[in-house]
T-cell receptor, first 110, second 115 residues
């Protein structure tokens, strides 16, 4: 059974780069990896999605190694407003199960 | 601002009762997914609807059911409520079925408390 694993929490400081890694066993060839951000009392918000190698958008980068057993969300130069819970999501192409991690609570300090 | 609305925002029920939660948007997204999020945990996929039919289901019993209407609004119905059903229920809209590759736009959720 597919499962995703993330660190429970991380701390960093304003202006630093933050990397959050998600482990996903049993990921299949056509399964995509997506990251979402969630603030208290709000629904999750899409950050980035990838399939292999590296994807970059205006807010983050996503690194996926060749074996695809993990992925790393990279947030450049974080600010206090990046304090949130970050979720790694794997969409299983075989049965359309959406497997979410338990989330990483990221706290950014001044 | 996602443009996705859910109602009610909060709800208190007792064990054995039934509840209906609603989700709507003016955006025209034709696919809706429902999630259950217990406190301190990640969202758990309940099911997805596309063209008014269920298209994918997570590990939830049949007492969790749904509807999608021609205007793409949706309902989540839960019968015979149990204490463990207390959670935040999220709906998420997307524009296509492509095995999770589409971006999902989440509503703010309905907080359900079962006593």
């Amino acid at each position: 059974l597919a499962k995703t694993t993330q660190p429970i929490s991380m701390d960093s400081y304003e202006g630093q780069e933050v990397n959050i890694t998600c482990s996903h066993n049993n990921i299949a060839t056509n399964d995509y990896i997506t990251w979402y951000q969630q603030f208290p009392s709000q629904g999750p918000r899409f950050i980035i999605q990838g399939y292999k190698t590296k994807v970059t958008n205006e807010v983050a980068s996503l690194f996926i190694p060749a074996d695809r057993k993990s992925s790393t969300l990279s947030l450049p130069r974080v600010s206090l407003s990046d304090t949130a819970v970050y979720y790694c999501l794997v969409a299983l192409d075989s049965n359309y199960q959406l497997i979410w991690g338990a989330g990483t609570k990221l706290i950014i300090k001044p | 601002e996602t443009g996705v609305t859910q109602s009610p925002t909060h709800l208190i029920k007792t064990r054995g009762q039934q509840v209906t939660l609603r989700c709507s948007s003016q955006s025209g997204h034709n696919t809706v997914s429902w999630y259950q999020q217990a406190l301190g945990q990640g969202p758990q996929f309940i099911f997805q609807y596309y063209r008014e039919e269920e298209n994918g289901r997570g590990n939830f019993p049949p007492r969790f059911s749904g509807l999608q209407f021609p205007n793409y609004s949706s309902e989540l119905n839960v019968n015979a409520l149990e204490l463990d059903d207390s959670a935040l229920y999220l709906c998420a809209l997307s524009s296509q079925i492509n095995r999770g590759r589409e971006t999902q736009y989440f509503g703010p959720g309905t907080r359900l408390l079962v006593l």
